[in-house]
């Protein structure tokens, strides 16, 4: 890819970029079809990589997807023209650009981009699992993931099979019960939910979840802001009667400690998961950031060292000038107009490898100077999801 061509396009937009879809298949559970994909194609990939069930945004990172995967597959293109093979990668950008997009803290801090979000659509609840941290994940050669969950009622019209969500265990659980459920992995149901607490979703809020706490998201569309990785340990054998084989409890685990349950249990955070208040901890309701006439945004994501999230909302036929203190990616959800140079639009309906007009990433330097927002709609709202690192957050605005 010409480095003259990413300095060339960079510029000519004012420093954003419109971004490609990209849809992610996975192997188990059902999809949620709440992706506004074609519905012929969500085996686009072929059956034996499963159905698509997810929507990366802004990502510099490759997608832990088995054997099958592509070498790209999970990476974020950038649409150079009208054309959908004008294109090359926001990873090949970012190393080109460096701190002339993401900013000087974040390039000396990470050398790259370094989160990236997605819509998370499967009609059943996911297996209880946990995403491991920092120090475990160093040792199998990956980061570690944190990760953030918020429901927009944009992309929800349906629930799914079970719209609560799994959160660690009860306060009075022990690790020897869990210890016990996760002996019998390969020989009957562990019913490992037994041991945890249920939260019924509420659609405009969402929750934080640090590495190394299980949980087993409900059934709703979730937009997912996460650190830079795909590591996790799947604790729940059997769900929604599909059974999930021992490799999914132990491929993030080093080869001599595949059968050791000990180190396996380490994985969790114990405090974290057993957490009495963990409602009161780990909740997000969403805060308000700035309201007037012409528009309002508020902090969906917050209160964490990695990553932060805001819903922006352009009200019917208005204007407004959108500044912010880092660099970010997007996505709209609601409404059509102007975003920067660019003529914004919710997706409707995507064939798999169309362009959209729904997506974008935003350099420091225009996030800095702030984005012109534009309604074209009398009546409906344009609404916006924005993802940051962990520069922009709700306590460096205050």
């Not at 009075?172 to 979703?201: C, H, M, P, W």
């Not at 997007?330 to 059509?336: A, D, E």
Request: negative net charge; charged residues 25%; hydrophobic residues 35%.
């Amino acid at each position: 890819m010409s480095k003259s061509l990413i300095q060339e396009v960079y510029k000519k937009n004012g420093g954003i970029f419109r971004l490609i879809p990209v849809f992610v298949p996975r192997r188990f559970s059902s999809p949620g079809r709440r992706l506004r994909l074609h519905p012929d194609d969500y085996f686009a990939l072929g059956t034996a990589r499963g159905a698509i069930k997810e929507r990366w945004f802004s990502s510099v990172i490759r997608c832990m997807n088995g054997e099958l995967a592509a070498e790209d597959e999970g990476y974020s293109y950038v649409s150079c023209s009208d054309d959908p093979d004008d294109k090359f990668t926001l990873k090949a950008a970012i190393e080109e650009l460096g701190k002339d997009i993401i900013g000087r803290e974040l390039m000396q801090a990470y050398g790259t981009w370094p989160m990236y979000s997605k819509f998370f659509d499967y009609e059943d609840p996911l297996f209880h699992h946990l995403h491991l941290g920092f120090e475990d994940a160093a040792r199998v050669a990956h980061l570690g993931k944190p990760e953030a969950y918020y429901y927009p009622s944009q992309y929800n019209n349906v629930p799914g099979k079970f719209p609560h969500t799994y959160f660690g265990f009860s306060p009075d659980t022990t690790k020897e019960q869990v210890k016990e459920r996760l002996s019998n992995f390969e020989k009957g149901d562990g019913r490992i939910t037994e041991l945890s607490r249920a939260y019924r979703i509420q659609l405009g809020t969402g929750w934080y979840t640090p590495p190394g706490v299980v949980h087993a998201p409900g059934s709703y569309l979730t937009y997912e802001p996460q650190w830079n990785s795909d590591v996790n340990a799947v604790y729940e054998n059997i769900t929604s009667g599909e059974v999930y084989p021992y490799d999914m409890l132990v491929e993030n685990c080093p080869e001599d400690k595949k059968y050791d349950l000990d180190y396996i249990i380490s994985l969790m955070d114990w405090e974290k998961n057993i957490d009495p208040d963990y409602k009161k901890t780990y909740f997000r309701p969403p805060v308000i950031a700035a309201e007037n006439d012409e528009y309002v945004e508020k902090w969906i994501v917050y209160d964490n060292d990695y990553i932060n999230a805001k819903e922006l909302t352009i009200y019917p036929g208005q204007t407004a000038l959108i500044q912010d203190n880092a660099a970010y990616g997007c996505i709209l959800i609601q409404g059509h107009g102007k975003f920067g140079c660019y003529d914004a639009e919710t997706a409707g309906m995507l064939r798999f490898g169309q362009l959209s007009a729904d997506e974008y990433f935003v350099g420091e330097p225009a996030a800095k100077a702030g984005v012109v927002v534009k309604n074209h709609s009398k009546f409906e709202p344009l609404v916006m999801l924005k993802h940051f690192g962990p520069n922009n957050s709700f306590a460096s605005n205050k």
